[in-house]
C-alpha cells in the first residue's frame, strides 16, 4: 500500500523559510515533487524531481525554493526561502509510480505577519 506522509508546514512571517518533507512508502517512484492550492485558486505545481535528471519550479518560486530527494530513503524535501504572503496554501506531495500518481494529505503554508 502506498502511503505519503508530509510534514513541516506551519506559520512563518514573510521573509521566513520552513522545510517540507514528504516521505513515501510502499513503492519505488520515478517523479516525486510538490503542487499547492491556495484559497480559491487551482492546484498548480510547485517543483518536480526526476529520478535522475533535471528540476523543475513555477517561475513563482524560481530562485526562493529548492526541491531535493533521497532516493535511497524515499523521501522528497522542500526549502522554502524568502517567502511571501502569496506563497499561503496547502502543499500537497506527490509520487509518480508505473500505475499511477499518489498524493499526500496536505500540508499548510501559512505566511504572514
Known amino acids: 500500500q502506498v502511503q505519503l506522509v508530509e510534514s513541516g508546514g506551519g506559520l512563518v512571517q514573510p521573509g521566513g523559510s520552513l522545510t517540507l518533507s514528504c516521505a513515501a512508502s510502499?513503492?519505488?517512484?520515478?517523479?516525486m515533487g510538490w503542487y499547492r492550492q491556495a484559497p480559491g485558486k487551482q492546484r498548480e505545481m510547485v517543483a518536480s524531481?526526476?529520478?535522475?535528471?533535471?528540476?523543475n519550479y513555477a517561475n513563482s518560486v524560481k530562485g526562493r525554493f529548492t526541491i531535493s530527494r533521497d532516493n535511497a530513503k524515499n523521501t522528497v524535501d522542500l526549502q522554502m526561502n524568502s517567502l511571501k504572503p502569496e506563497d499561503t496554501a496547502v502543499y500537497y506531495c506527490?509520487?509518480?509510480?508505473?500505475?499511477?500518481?499518489?498524493w499526500g494529505q496536505g500540508t499548510q503554508v501559512t505566511v504572514s505577519s
Open positions: 506527490y509520487a509518480v509510480n508505473v500505475f499511477q500518481t499518489y
Open positions: 524531481i526526476p529520478n535522475f535528471g533535471r528540476t
Open positions: 510502499g513503492s519505488s517512484f520515478s517523479a
